[in-house]
């Protein structure tokens, strides 16, 4: 196969990108440590970096550090009950995150920084939390000129754990920075990007400071690349040692060292050496450079060049100062060179004996421009030299003072090695490396500092590419769904999992409606079968409840669509342990196949398409296989209580964690490490694969809050001209407003009465380009109260009844198709008919608002029983879901939706405002979810970071409709809760919810969001796509 | 995963050689990759649940570069608590799951049935039984044998018929298993019955 350089390839994407993170399994008590030997560069300033995706929780009483200032008085910034703490030199000093941190599908961004020469004493100590600067509880400030633990001389410094044995850290790390003397702030390490969520760039000019690092964990040997150009080559037919020597054949060969200031001998002190045989076949032309670090014509630091005679010249720092000393070796005869600076003075060894001492001092070291060393080439005049080398060692100590003899053994690499290139292979080789620096490992300090870190139990296989920039599918452990779900065990990044409990299951943190998908499933039990199960997350109740899973563990696969078991799928061959069985799951047609050892079962043939040849199963067979249908993640379970275990590689790790040699086979994307090749276009479940979302959610839906002037005010930063404004005064009792471009600014409707619409023009006096302007009302804009304003982006402009699909009845509408949301106003008919919405797909959530007089807010929702179009939900009651006839018994079309002649929806002499949403990928969702009556609530997946939640219990009476936001939670948990059917004011004590970087869950057992058994309906807008987005 | 240049390269990435920068694809290209002086790679695993590992060696005198890391045993004592807590968190979670009928009986509903009482006697029986194995234990090798003791299961092979229908033998198959005794609990009563089962026997 030819390849080209990459430099012929297009770049896949713009901006920084994180190739690898290092997983930490805490159960194997993974980290890394080195003791620091010198003293710090300031103790009193320093600056901690590290991305981190969180792995198990465990118990809240666990505690996982990051980074451990081993010493009496150990010093920590570590993950504890969640929240995150930075404790120094002794107890008094503990800085604490209100928030907490536990959401475990995304990355985080931790920037501490420490500077206690502050003049603000609350500013000496800072945590930064994805760009956010975080609120901290603490009971002390630092006094000034206080020296931090960790980078303090003779302290171990611990990445990962507090030392050997203790508090290991358990997750993923990537692009872990120490800098010591200076406190830098969160954007030096990182920008917003384009969806608002907090992303890693390149980071430069840093002064890392003495006891300073940079872990890449990339892995890397630490060494000057070397390049051959011409024909360059390791030939036997002359060597000194070894079986090889360097061969330039004087004729475009020569090799090539990248400049570098080790190579400087800035000190004053230095050698370099080397064997050399010059053939007799040589004649004296001028210039044959045989050593050099000048490529063009400017001046040399230090050049050896043949001419009639042999010359060894040198520049001092100057570059004007030259010397010159010129020897003759003999023709096809090794002789050894050693140019020594010792303390400034510089002299040359010839096998071993001294035979000149250069004038000029040298105590700064060698003139030096930015030009490489190049071997076999001279620079001024580019003439090529024809000879042979052997043993070229450069080191940054003067390692010959005296008359020596020369070493006729391979020179060895020591700590003052700087470059050392052997010969000692097959004749015509040209493979040149550099047998010095620092080897390949996983602690290798990238700063330049080398600061190095000593890996513990951690493996070539911990090198993961679940990155910042590339997020991929793990298993979720905080994906609890109903009351009997158990969680699993899991470790080794959330990729392996073991049950509990027969009823146990887990799934992962991504999910899919469309597209093909691939991933590995292995089982590292001896003697026990892996399984590969897949579940529907939006019918998928857990356990024994709604079951709606594919399961296949050889013979007929056990399938579940939506409740109903079928046993209609093909049989599958047995497979047993060790087996890495693969999964193509392609959503466009409607199949699943799977592999065993690379094999397709029943002949599969996953690129197929809509011949489906060889599927395991079909939508035919699970009808919510169906592009679009269902929303599909990897999962486990085993209903047999044996409880096998399995390791999940969504193209992440396909050593399994180290119980394979990983295979590096990629998608077609070139993403991922599958231990057997994706079949042709399934990828990769990671977040560089999901699609892009169809709407840049900041640009559709937004909230803003303000504090009341009693005035008039323009409120801002909305980001665009909303079409329907929802305010809701946040400290006292007041009714909710609601403002729509199609009725009007001067038109209140309130969600917590039947009212008619409110006429007032005191409230909203106009929609503006970036928000909306406020008159004096106090119900939004009362002097010394607070709002909150939830604003969605329609058309700007209200379409006439010939500019979209009409139903029955007579409707304009303002809307946005993309997003999925339009206002629909209409006027009443007392006959049954359909109304036209304007939207592409069926809306999924209808709000109906009788505004010319009194009636009951209607709401229909997709997800209110398993017959949605024949029940009927109130926004300004507590009532439950009623079996009800008003929306005709006839679900919504991708044009209209019907309505009986039930008053709220549709009587003669009343117009009607209708809000309609449907679900639009990574933007926003409409759906539902059972509650456990658990604190360690439903988990409830979106597919993005919520920007706003309302929820709705269906299935009983008493319960309000809270909404949650991020604007008003800033972080977790969300608490302020605000009910659509009440005029109470914000609310923090019942129903609280995390907000998490791929959908939300229930933190306590509140009726509101969370019964056992409760069904609950909810409308949510992101923040940030899940392809985008931080963990919260 | 490769070696080149003492790195370590455990999936393609973007490879700089002799001054050329070759695309991830190159990893598709084993006569590329060996005349570019790249070789494959693996790791003798060291089980870190009972060894700490330490620092790597990579051996490259043959046609693939063979990483080796110093392992130390673990510290058996130490390894002794976790067995035993695993055993408590075990015991919880079984005991756990039946608590209900209890609290069903405490409060006036229906007696705790028979196999149930007999289940979670048991397995208080056989807590104790664990614990005072493992605090019989000595040393690592010990320590290994118990978590992974051998078995043989003989199961019924699985018949699916056109219709779907699955039935169980009488033909049967025979696996080797290696069995973690904290993990070998009587099963619930309740539980799903395994259709395939026949037995499972230490070697």
Known sequence: MALLPSSAIPSASGGYTIDQSLRFNDDDDASLNKTWGSSPTEANRFTFSVWVKRGVLDSSTAQYWLLGAKSSAESNIKFYEDKLYLHLTGSNYDFITDAVFRDTSAWYHIVVTYDSDDGTPADRCKIYVNGVRQSLSTSTTIPSGTDNEFTKNGTECWIGSHDASNFHFDGYMADVYL????????????????????????????????????????????????????????????????????????????????NHEDLWFSSGNGTIEFWFLDPSVNTAVNNKGVFTTEAGTGSTSFDVQYDSGFTFRLRTTGGTNEDNYVTDPSDDTWTHYALVLNNGVAKLYVDGTLENTYSNDYSDGLYHTTDD?????????????????????????????????????????????????????????????????????????????????????????????????????????????????????????????????????????????????YWEVYTAVSGAIPIIATFDLKTHKGGSSTRSYISVSGGTPTVYDNGSESTA???????????????????????????????????????????????????????????????????????????????????????????????????????????????????????????????????????????????????????????????????????????????????????????????????????????????????????????????????????????????????????????????????????????????????????????????DWAVYHSGNTSAPETEFLKLNETNATADDTNWNDTAPTSSVFSVNTYGAMNTTGSDYIAYCFHSVDGYSKVGSYTGNGNADGTFVYTGFRPAYVLIKRSNSAGQGAPIFDSARDEYNMTVKRLNSNDSVAELTTDGNIDLLSNGFKARNTDGSVNTSGGEYIYLAFAETPFKHSNAR | MWYYNATIIKTPKSLTVNGVTYPPAVFRNADLLSSLGVVPYREERVDQRYYWTGALTVDTSGDEAIGTYTQTDRDVDKLKEGMLDTINSQVASKQGSIDWYWARASKGGKAVPADIQTYADTIYTEQATKESEVAALTDLAGIIEYENRAYTETRKVKHSAEDGTETYGPETDTHNREINMLQHWTANPTDEVDPAFVSLVAD
């Not at chain 1, 006729?408 to 010095?436: Q, R, Y």
């Open chain 1, 179 to 258: 800098i010591d003397g200076t406190a830098y702030d969160a954007d030096d390490f990182g920008e917003e990007g384009d969806y608002g969520e907090w992303k890693p760039k390149e980071v430069t000019g840093l002064t890392y400071g003495t006891n300073g690092f940079y872990l890449d964990f990339s892995n890397t040997a630490i060494k000057h690349d070397i390049t051959a150009s011409g024909d360059a080559q390791h030939s036997t037919s002359e060597n000194k040692i070894g079986s090889s020597s360097l061969y330039f054949d004087g004729s475009g060969d020569y090799l090539t060292v990248p």
């Open chain 1, 373 to 517: 060393l190049r071997i076999g080439r001279s620079g001024s005049n580019h003439d090529y030299w024809n000879g042979y080398l052997d043993e070229i060692r450069i080191s940054n100590n003067a390692r010959y003072t005296t008359t020596f003899t020369p070493s006729t053994t391979a020179f060895t690499d020591d700590d003052n090695t700087l470059l050392l290139i052997h010969s000692n292979t097959s004749d015509g080789s040209t493979t040149f490396t550099d047998s010095s620096g620092v080897e390949g490992n996983l602690g290798n300090d990238q700063s330049g500092e080398d600061n190095h870190f000593t890996p513990n139990n951690l493996t070539a296989s911990d090198q993961m590419l679940d990155s910042p920039t590339n997020n991929f599918c793990t298993f979720n452990p905080i994906g609890k769904l109903h009351d009997s779900y158990t969680s699993g065990t899991m470790s080794e990044g959330n990729l392996k999992t073991h049950l509990s409990s027969p009823d146990a299951e887990n799934f992962g943190t991504m999910a899919q409606s469309t597209g093909k998908w």
């Open chain 1, 569 to 855: 799928a093909p049989s599958t061959p047995s497979h047993s342990a060790t087996d890495v069985l693969g999964v193509a799951l392609d959503l466009d047609n409607g199949a699943l196949y799977t592999s065993i050892n690379g094999t397709w079962s029943n002949s599969g043939d996953p690129t197929s398409g809509a011949s489906k040849t060889g599927a395991t199963v079909t939508s035919s067979v699970h009808t919510r296989l169906a592009s679009g249908v269902g929303e599909w993640t990897p999962a486990y379970m085993d209903g047999s209580g044996n409880d096998y275990g399995i390791i999940l590689n969504c193209g992440q790790d396909s050593s399994f964690a180290g119980n394979k040699t990983s295979q590096g086979n990629q998608d077609g994307n070139e993403i991922g490490d599958f231990y057997y090749t994706p079949p042709t276009d399934f990828l990769a479940l990671c977040t560089s694969n999901l699609p892009d979302p169809a709407v840049i959610p900041s640009e559709h839906f937004n909230t803003v809050l303000w504090g009341g002037n009693s005035s008039t005010q323009s409120i801002t930063g909305v980001g665009f001209q909303p079409d329907l404004t929802w305010i809701k005064q946040r400290n006292s009792t007041q009714w909710h407003q609601l403002t729509d471009s199609v009725r009007g600014t001067s038109s209140q409707l309130n969600t917590n009465d039947i009212a008619a619409q409110d006429t007032a023009t005191d409230k909203i006096t106009s929609f503006d380009s970036d928000g909306f302007s406020l008159d004096s009302h106090e119900g939004v804009n009362d002097s010394g109260d607070t709002y909150v304003g939830w604003n969605w982006l329609a058309g700007n402009a209200t379409l006439g009844t010939g500019s979209f699909t009409q139903g029955d009845i007579a409707s304009t509408c303002s809307r946005n198709v993309d997003a999925g949301f339009s206002i629909v106003k209409y006027s009443g008919t007392s006959s049954t008919g359909t109304i036209g919405h304007g939207l592409s797909k069926a809306p999924e959530m209808i709000i109906v608002k009788r505004y010319t007089a009194t009636d």
